[in-house]
């Protein structure tokens, strides 16, 4: 992670020439682009009506932070062995409090990190999908929501978690009844919390780790309400997710897709690139690109990239 003052020497070097770091720019709506929309983070302060993404570089899992007037949520906390970076990463923003943590489903590289964010800062409520796993990471998050007091909501689909403002957070999943696995096992992937983010006319979509099942229930529920500016895609860019109806459906300008280095699924798979390219959105991917942080007014968006720096 770049130290800030190495940021700060960045940003006076783009000053002087006028420029900016922005790896990708587009259109929420039919308004032009406005280059007045700042850098991120504390490198700049904040304007009042620009809203940040920031899907985080951990390695191999989700952890995605939304930054918008001084107050913070978070999507996802990565692994158990990311807590040191989660932390990090935290204290890197200056977050200091999270108004909501939402846990997409309970599988490590989603849960795992939750401990460590819930003992760092204060935290207002967690939503979860309301799936157990029958394993000591799961029993830890359990006893860290009791000993941190920290209030627990079963997300529901229509679910709305207003950031204030005019920023919506809309929950469209988990399925309702729950989907079920083969020979009635838990299915964990395809009951993934799905989020809608909503400013202005810019709407950004969180599929946490849903698959095509998860992807098709979506596709009969909502229709063209999928419709998005922004798509985090769904479990790390698996072949087993991004299906040709969900990705037409959801028609994205930009995707984002969090994964290790080299890691040994070999996400992303070939096919899911292919289908999301083939509609002509711009790929992101936190293992080429670091950290990849998406900004809007409402109106226009950029994504910058961390080694755009």
Not at 115 to 140: F, S
Not at 177 to 200: C, D, R, T
């Amino acid at each position: 992670m770049r130290r800030i003052n190495s940021i700060l020497a960045l940003l006076m070097v783009l000053l002087v020439l006028g420029g900016c770091a922005w790896s990708g720019v587009g259109k929420a709506s039919g308004a032009d682009w406005r280059q007045e929309i700042p850098l991120i983070g504390e490198w700049v302060a904040a304007q009042d009506d620009t809203l940040y993404v920031h899907c985080l570089d951990i390695g191999q899992g989700d952890a995605i932070l939304l930054q918008w007037r001084g107050k913070w949520t978070m999507i996802d906390t990565g692994d158990v062995s990311h807590r040191p970076q989660i932390v990090e990463y935290l204290d890197h923003y200056g977050v200091s409090r999270l108004e909501q943590l939402i846990v997409t489903h309970p599988d490590g590289d989603h849960l795992g990190g939750a401990y460590a964010v819930l003992r760092h800062i204060p935290v207002g409520r967690v939503y979860d999908n309301g799936q157990e796993k029958l394993n000591y990471m799961y029993r830890t998050y359990l006893r860290t929501l009791a000993r941190t007091g920290v209030k627990r909501v079963t997300a529901k689909k229509g679910d709305v978690i207003d950031l204030g403002s005019g920023a919506v957070l809309t929950l469209m999943g988990p399925p309702q009844p729950l989907l079920q696995g083969k020979n009635g096992k838990a299915e964990y992937n395809n009951n993934s919390i799905i989020a809608m983010l909503s400013y202005g006319s810019f709407r950004m979509l969180f599929t946490g780790d849903a698959e095509k099942e998860e992807e098709a229930w979506l596709c009969a529920t909502y229709g063209d309400k999928l419709r998005a500016t922004v798509l985090k895609v769904g479990h790390h860019g698996s072949h087993t997710s991004s299906s040709a109806d969900f990705v037409r459906a959801v028609r994205p300008q930009a995707a984002v897709i969090s994964c290790g280095r080299n890691n040994s699924y070999g996400f992303p798979h070939k096919e899911p690139l292919a289908r999301i390219q083939g509609i002509g959105a711009q790929v992101y991917r936190t293992d080429r690109d670091g950290t990849v942080t998406v900004v809007t007014d409402g109106r226009s968006f950029a994504v910058q990239r961390e080694g755009d720096g």
